[in-house]
């Protein structure tokens, strides 16, 4: 685990959408980190798409890492 530094702006944005939709603020900047991951991989895909994408390797017991959405674009 690693420290990212970002803008306080990014950071009111974090907490904004994290209250908003139940997560902590951590899980809401992971979630954003995954989706512009999978989009700049994917561009093809909506983002209704990327979150079925993330759905099904959940359920298939994967963390969807960066290999993995490589060799999925494949």
Known sequence: MGIVKISEQMHDNLRVASEALSRSI???AEHWLRIGMLAELHPELHYSELCQLMLRASRDGDNLSLG???EAQR
Do not use: G, L, V, Y
């Open 26 to 28: 951590n899980s809401q």
């Open 68 to 70: 993995q959405a490589m």
